[in-house]
């Protein structure tokens, strides 16, 4: 909800207005810190779209906000090191960097657990980034704990 609340006022605002919001945010004003849940199933062929949840939820880590990874479909295979040493996005370093950055700052990565049984992703894979396997139950609860307000 808040969540909503908030993109309608992003809406609302005119180019040059969400400007000086941004800069004024840049420069460390106050802002609510927002629970996110990001979803991604996009695996390394497309490396810059299987980039994406790791590189945005590191920058909204480092602006304070909780976040969460789910990862599904032929995004699990992105926990190995392997490809993630070789998926490199557009204009990005490798994403073996912004996983090792992710993890460093203890943003929770959730992989499909039958989709790494699918796709023969091991514990040990997941371990190298304190990640976890997902379940449908554990997919809900991170939609409700993104929706929930955040008291400060």
Known sequence: MARRS????????????????ASSMAQGSTHKSLNIMMKSAWGSDD????????LHGLALSEAGHSVQIFLLGEAVSLMRKSV????????WPPLEQALTK???RHV???ACGA???????????????????????IFVSLVEWADRVITE
């Open 108 to 110: 929770q990565i959730y």
């Open 6 to 21: 908030f993109l309608r006022q992003l809406i609302a605002l005119p180019l040059a207005g969400f400007a000086g919001a």
């Open 115 to 137: 989709c790494s049984r699918a796709r023969g992703i091991a514990q040990t894979d997941l371990d190298q980034w304190g990640a976890k396997f997902g379940s449908p139950t």
């Open 47 to 54: 490396p810059t779209k299987a980039a994406f949840p790791f």
């Open 84 to 91: 993630a040493e070789a998926v490199v996005p557009v204009g």
């Open 102 to 104: 992710v993890a460093g």
